[in-house]
């Protein structure tokens, strides 16, 4: 237990995928993170998971209070992002299911900013944010992201980490195919390792 416990600490240390941090929908596509042994770390498993998660990317008040149902939706959100991140890498038609969970959160709130007027300075445009739409507001941010992604140059760059069992995407530079030095060195090892163990030929 504690090597798997070590292992989740490490994994959580792990820096951002290459593009992670330009892309906010990779960013959530990376927030379930596979460990050696089938295990898996949820950084939206829990609600005050999800609300760190979206405070930390400026989509949400520290005291948003998430509740559970708000999590299975960006959880939600997250897995069809997935499959559409998996249907672009692989060249394959996207599930016409991840298409329409991704439409719905761009068309669930209004995304152009609203004329407002402010007594003391005048009119001003802003989106509006009221505190029970938060997570619909994050979640058209999110999917408004990936479909930027997905009919960008970008996308082209789009790929899966190549070691086993890293499940995270990246933005591919240059012949690198691994979303940190730690998942290369495990890809290295792992290749090597092979080798030794296959048997001599005669």
């Known amino acids: 237990m504690r090597a798997v416990e070590d292992d989740a600490i490490a994994e959580r240390a792990l820096p951002a995928a290459p593009g992670a941090e330009q892309y906010l929908s990779l960013a959530l596509a990376n927030s ?3 460990l050696p042994g089938g295990h898996y770390i949820d950084q939206l ?3 005050a998971g999800a609300n760190q998660w979206l405070t930390e990317r400026g989509l949400a008040p520290v005291d948003a209070g998430m509740r559970e149902m708000c999590a299975a939706q960006l959880r939600s959100l ?3 992002i997935r499959g559409l991140f ?7 038609p996207a599930l016409p299911a991840a298409l329409d969970a991704v439409n719905d959160a761009l068309t669930r709130v209004p995304t152009a900013p609203l004329l407002q007027w402010d007594d003391k300075t005048g009119p001003y445009r802003a989106a509006p944010h009221p505190t029970s739409q938060i997570v619909d507001h994050a979640l058209a941010a999110i999917a408004a992201d990936a479909a930027d992604l997905l009919t960008s140059p970008d996308a082209e760059r789009l790929t899966a980490c190549g070691s086993v069992p ?3 995407y990246l ?3 240059g012949r690198r195919h691994w979303c940190s030095t730690r998942c290369g060195d495990r890809a290295r090892a792992a290749r090597a390792y092979a080798r030794r163990a296959r048997p001599e030929e005669n």
């Open 32 to 34: 379930t993170i596979a």
């Open 45 to 47: 498993g829990t609600p």
């Open 78 to 80: 997250r897995e069809q």
């Open 86 to 92: 998996a249907s672009r890498v692989a060249a394959l």
């Open 166 to 168: 890293c499940n995270r």
């Open 171 to 173: 933005l591919r530079h």
